[in-house]
T-cell receptor, first 114, second 113 residues
Framework: DAGVIQSPRHEVTEMGQEVTLRCKPI?????LFWYRQTMMRGLELLIYFNNNVPIDDSGMPEDRFSAKMPNASFSTLKIQPSEPRDSAVYFC????????????FGEGSWLTVV | AQSVTQLDSQVPVFEEAPVELRCNYSSSVSVYLFWYVQYPNQGLQLLLK??????LVKGINGFEAEFNKSQTSFHLRKPSVHISDTAEYFC???????????FGGGTRVLVKP
């Protein structure tokens, strides 16, 4: 299995630029999660989708952040405009079925905003 | 809401020695509990999980954890660590009817030769 695939793996961008992170979940999984990891705040859930529908976006920091899932095999997390405090590792994860099933993580997108 | 506290931010341990990583949770409803491992520059990988049944859960790489409801704990143990166990370990909780994981702050394990 290919696992959860994220791109880009690393991105360095200037403050004010738009950043788009991409995710392909594991085939057949119907839940998709976006997490952010920083030294200060640890792992935070930003948003999760079930069957392509956003279920909980209470973790999205502010209006500069948006996420979409146009189909079962693709999701994006967009930051516009980006700020230095958005520098973090962004993880996409997916799972299948009901609560308690294993959530599988991608290798992360390392974002640096200068 | 659920919360998780990992009491140790760093645990240095010698190779072949035992290790225990502590995790306490808080919740007003039934929960599922998980331990994940993150190797350097990688994503998170599931070590083990407790959903129901036996309170002693065995996972991959020789790890095990014990669910203690009265103490609201889910400590992770390994009787003999290897250099390759150097990583960060995360305890996580979700309410039994949901799949929204809340993570603890992580415990960094450094195995010394």
């Amino acid at each position: 299995d290919a696992g959860v695939i994220q791109s880009p793996r690393h991105e360095v961008t200037e403050m004010g630029q738009e950043v788009t992170l991409r995710c392909k979940p594991i085939s057949g999984h119907n839940s998709l999660f976006w997490y952010r990891q920083t030294m200060m705040r640890g792992l935070e859930l930003l948003i999760y989708f079930n069957n392509n529908v956003p279920i909980d976006d209470s973790g999205m920091p502010e209006d500069r952040f948006s996420a979409k899932m146009p189909n079962a095999s693709f999701s994006t997390l967009k930051i516009q405009p980006s700020e230095p405090r958005d520098s973090a590792v962004y993880f996409c994860a997916s799972s299948q079925g009901d609560s308690g099933n294993t959530i599988y993580f991608g290798e992360g997108s390392w974002l640096t905003v200068v | 809401a659920q919360s998780v506290t990992q009491l140790d931010s760093q645990v240095p341990v010698f190779e072949e020695a035992p290790v225990e990583l502590r995790c306490n949770y808080s919740s007003s409803v039934s929960v599922y509990l998980f331990w994940y491992v993150q190797y350097p520059n990688q994503g998170l990988q599931l070590l083990l999980k407790y959903l129901s049944g036996s309170t002693l859960v065995k996972g991959i790489n020789g790890f095990e954890a014990e669910f203690n409801k009265s103490q609201t704990s889910f400590h992770l143990r390994k009787p003999s660590v290897h250099i390759s166990d150097t990583a960060e370990y995360f305890c996580a909780v979700t309410k039994a009817a949901g799949n929204k994981l809340t993570f603890g702050g992580g415990t960094r394990v450094l195995v010394k030769p």
